[in-house]
């Protein structure tokens, strides 16, 4: 799976936009973006992913770059809730099965 | 609240033990995987079982085994535990597994196992 980088953390006031990068320059043409969140010390939630159009659904817009080669999610009104760990991750399933490789992810904290 | 869910919920035990996680899946979700947060590691995908199979082997520790039942619940056994075991255990369940990575292939997490090694 291509590897990602993401910011470690970013700050959004309580109500605006929160726009969070991530870049994976070697994606490849089958592999797809997907976004989870984790809230202090809960299991991960899946947020949105997409393979090259852009996605929205009700928690989150998925913005993919036309090369592919970085995204940017986007809360539309950060809430105080918001506050979590962002992860991007790119992957492909395979036979040898779907798992999800974590990185460091984005820190968001929402500030009122 | 995911549908996925996991006992118990906290876990303390001394070194050298064996204990049980045990998780139950999304209603209709035929893939479960298991992943191990440390303060150290971040989150680590240990394995995943697909329909009672085995199907994907992460760094999961020959200590530690796990089976998916003909109901589609799963079970995580560590063994011989030791204090670095200590950690969040989430296990997680998709729909489906499709080589394309796309729909059906997102994971939906239990709210983990907080085991503690004394």
């Known amino acids: 799976d291509a590897k990602t980088t993401q910011p470690t953390s970013m700050d959004c006031a309580e109500g605006r936009a929160a726009n969070l990068p991530c870049n994976h320059s070697t994606i490849s043409g089958n592999e797809y973006v997907y976004w989870y969140r984790q809230i202090h010390s809960q299991g991960p939630q899946y947020i949105i992913h997409g393979l090259k159009n852009n996605e929205t659904n009700e928690m989150a817009s998925l913005i993919i770059t036309e090369d592919r080669k970085s995204s940017t999610l986007i809360l539309p009104h950060a809430t105080l809730r918001d506050t979590a760990v962002y992860y991007c991750?790119?992957?492909?399933?395979?036979?040898?099965?779907?798992?999800?490789?974590f990185g460091g992810g984005t820190r968001l904290m929402v500030k009122p | 609240d995911s549908g996925v869910t996991q006992t118990p919920k906290h876990l303390i035990t001394a070194t050298g033990q064996r204990v049980t996680l045990r998780c139950s899946p999304r209603s209709g979700d035929l893939s479960v995987y298991w992943y191990q947060q440390s303060l150290d590691q971040g989150l680590q995908f240990l394995i995943h079982y697909y329909n009672g199979e085995e199907r994907a082997k992460g760094n999961i520790l020959e200590r530690f085994s796990a089976q998916q039942f003909p109901d589609l619940h799963s079970e995580l056994n560590l063994s011989s535990l030791e204090l670095g075991d200590s950690a969040l255990y989430f296990c997680?369940?998709?729909?489906?597994?499709?080589?394309?990575?796309?729909?059906?292939?997102?994971?939906?997490f239990g709210p983990g196992t907080r085991l503690t090694v004394l």
């Open positions: 997680a369940s998709s729909p489906s597994f499709s080589p394309s990575g796309g729909a059906g292939n997102e994971q939906f």
């Open positions: 991750i790119v992957r492909v399933g395979n036979n040898a099965g779907n798992m999800l490789t």
